[in-house]
């Protein structure tokens, strides 16, 4: 079973920077896409953004295009997010999503096969 693991919440103020981290547990495994995933109390969980492994090709969220990075060390199978210049409305749990199999819309959290099990960021004004 495999297991991923979320690291690098926490309280970020307004304007700064966060990074997350993503690794997984268990046995080795060989995702196609990894993603990103907030979710905000009383909010729908929304897409953040979503990498592909091979390939390294990344895409992003309408919310933080121009300011966020996903990034993956395929050796230690982590993939990473930074969001800069972040704003209260970044606040949410942050999960980390594995899909194994190539799927189009990388956007539909229903196609991921693993998940994290969050983590949270606030972001203080």
């Known amino acids: 079973q495999v297991q991923l693991v979320e690291s690098g919440g926490g309280l970020v103020q307004a304007g700064g920077s966060l990074r997350l981290s993503c690794a997984p547990s268990?046995?080795?495994?060989?995702?196609?896409?990894m993603a990103w995933f907030r979710q905000a109390p009383g909010k729908e969980r929304e897409f953040v953004g979503a990498?592909?492994?091979?390939?390294?090709?990344?895409y992003y969220g309408e919310s933080v295009k121009d300011r966020s990075t996903i990034s993956r060390d395929s050796a230690q199978n982590t993939v990473y997010l930074q969001i800069h210049r972040v704003n209260p409305e970044d606040t949410a749990v942050y999960y980390c999503?594995?899909?194994?199999?190539?799927?189009?819309?990388?956007?539909?959290?229903?196609?991921?096969?693993?998940w994290g099990q969050g983590t949270q960021v606030t972001v203080s004004s």
């Open positions: 990498i592909r492994w091979n390939s390294a090709i990344d």
């Open positions: 999503a594995a899909a194994l199999k190539y799927y189009r819309d990388y956007t539909r959290a229903d196609q991921y096969d693993y």
């Open positions: 268990g046995r080795p495994f060989n995702p196609n896409t």
